[in-house]
């Protein structure tokens, strides 16, 4: 009887014990970063090309056969050493024709004009005989022009940085034959822009320039040169970039990677979300996960560009804040969070 009783109470005791509370799910680890504040424009991502200050064109003035050419690319000259020169067979008989021409027309003017002292002639034929000698001698001089700049001469110290043509070629007049820069180097950066890029430019803004010939170097420069017109030939507009002092070997024709940050872009600023951060993004919409007090929460935001250094946003989310990077995509509104040891930051 008492062992009856004794299981009796066993059993209301048990039905009186309160229920066990469920186990709360772990947190989900995540990487967080630091919203930062940047330019509210962004740069000017472009590529461009290495070339040397001060580069000359070398041409004939006249089209003709190439008789020689003395230099190779990459070698120094001097001032008036002589680079090239064209046959000048068929030049210098037009210069022999052009000076007996001159000259007799000289002698009938002389003639002309004793003829006239004794009144064998009008006036108007002396006048027309000065006409004809002025004529000749201008041709003449025209023909001994050309004939100077059939031979192509240093102009100054420097260095051939590219031979485009070759002995015994037929050239035409204003062909480029030969490409000189000035031997001490000078490097610029050539680059061509949109319309849309280069009206927001002013002289004396940085430029940032990454090179594929020398990976992981990078370089600093500031915009030199601003044109006021379009190349007719591509509709682009040719800016100069002037490099900063670097012990990099530069050489005309190295390919780069430009960054131009313009003036106008410190104006104002936005806050830059890192790359990660941004899900969802559809247009100018998007998403991001805000971590607060160890749970993550949703929030819509709108993108206003995205460059290098992340994602601007619009509207929706303010520097300062933090945002889940690492496994934004696999959370949940409201889902709690806990930071990783290897927590990325902006």
């Not at 469920?22 to 090309?49: S, Y």
């Not at 000698?133 to 110290?157: G, H, K, S």
């Not at 990099?248 to 410190?266: D, F, I, Q, Y």
Request: hydrophobic share 45%; proline share 5%; glycine share 8%.
């Amino acid at each position: 009887m008492a062992r009856g009783f004794f299981l009796l109470a066993l059993v209301v005791l048990a039905g009186c014990k309160p229920p066990a509370t469920p186990a709360q799910a772990e947190a989900t680890r995540v990487g967080v970063a630091v919203v930062a504040e940047g330019p509210a424009q962004p740069a000017i991502e472009t590529n461009g090309i290495v070339v040397t200050r001060d580069e000359l064109s070398l041409s004939f003035k006249v089209a003709g056969i190439i008789r020689e050419i003395n230099v190779v690319e990459g070698q120094s000259v001097k001032r008036g050493q002589r680079l090239a020169s064209l046959e000048l067979a068929e030049i210098d008989a037009r210069l022999a024709s052009a000076r007996e021409l001159s000259a007799q027309a000289e002698r009938d003017l002389l003639r002309g004009a004793e003829l006239r002292t004794d009144n064998l002639i009008s006036a108007h034929d002396l006048e027309v005989l000065r006409t004809n000698a002025a004529v000749a001698a201008a041709t003449l001089r025209e023909v001994q022009f050309n004939r100077d700049y059939a031979t192509i001469d240093a102009p100054d110290d420097g260095l051939i940085l590219q031979k485009f043509a070759e002995e015994r070629a037929l050239v035409q007049a204003g062909e480029p034959i030969l490409l000189m820069g000035p031997r001490s180097g000078g490097y610029i950066v050539r680059t061509g822009l949109a319309d849309r890029d280069v009206v927001k430019l002013r002289i004396g803004d940085p430029a940032t320039i990454r090179l594929d010939a020398w990976p992981g170097e990078v370089l600093q420069g500031k915009v030199v040169e601003i044109p006021g017109a379009a190349d007719p030939a591509n509709g682009l507009f040719r800016a100069e970039i002037a490099l900063e002092p670097t012990k990099l070997r530069l050489v005309s024709g190295l390919v780069v990677r430009l960054r131009l940050t313009p003036a106008s872009s410190k104006a104002g600023s936005l806050p830059y979300a890192p790359f990660a951060a941004v899900i969802e993004a559809d247009g100018d919409r998007a998403a991001v996960f805000v971590a607060s007090e160890g749970i993550a929460r949703r929030r819509a935001v709108q993108v206003a560009f995205i460059n290098g250094d992340g994602v601007a946003i619009a509207d929706g989310l303010a520097a300062g804040e933090t945002v889940v990077t690492d496994g934004a995509l696999y959370l949940a509104d409201g889902e709690r969070i806990r930071v990783a040891e290897r927590a990325t930051s902006q």
